[in-house]
């Protein structure tokens, strides 16, 4: 081998290696992006843009006893940045913005009421715990 093939090979390498640092960086592992956040006595995980994402949150449902989607049109295509209340009696318990179209909650046990804003049209949908598959339409 020549030296200047030599010089060509580590090159590539070493700049092969570089667009896996910086992919690395611009796109977080599911961990990153699937991280609980709390409000209250309530904790979240909203997610699922994406096919790998969605399947790394529904693997987590276990861990949560409410679910919902965030859905909108015939085709129940999904959305993602709807600001939800969380309200129980009448209150609000916890307030968020949903990352994306499937929300798991760790709440305790009684009813709640999910109120969600998109495009200045509210919707909310009565929930059990224990219940994990209810949809905010629009």
């Not at 096919?51 to 295509?77: I, T």
């Not at 009421?113 to 598959?133: A, D, P, S, Y």
Request: aromatic share 8%.
């Amino acid at each position: 081998m020549s030296i200047a093939y030599q010089a060509l090979r580590r090159g590539a390498l070493i700049g092969a290696l570089v667009g896996v640092s910086a992919a690395g960086l611009l796109s977080p592992t599911l961990s990153q992006a699937a991280e609980v956040h709390h409000a209250g006595d309530i904790s979240y995980l909203c997610g699922g843009v994406g096919q790998g994402s969605l399947k790394a949150l529904q693997a987590r449902a276990p861990e949560f006893n409410l679910g919902f989607w965030m859905v909108e049109g015939p085709q129940g295509a999904y959305l993602a940045d709807v600001p939800i209340h969380v309200m129980q009696h009448g209150k609000t318990v916890a307030q968020f913005t949903a990352g994306g179209p499937l929300c798991y909650l760790k709440a305790p046990a009684g009813r709640y009421t999910i109120v969600g804003l998109h495009k200045q049209q509210e919707r909310k949908i009565e929930m059990q715990t224990g219940n994990k598959n209810a949809y905010l339409r629009w």
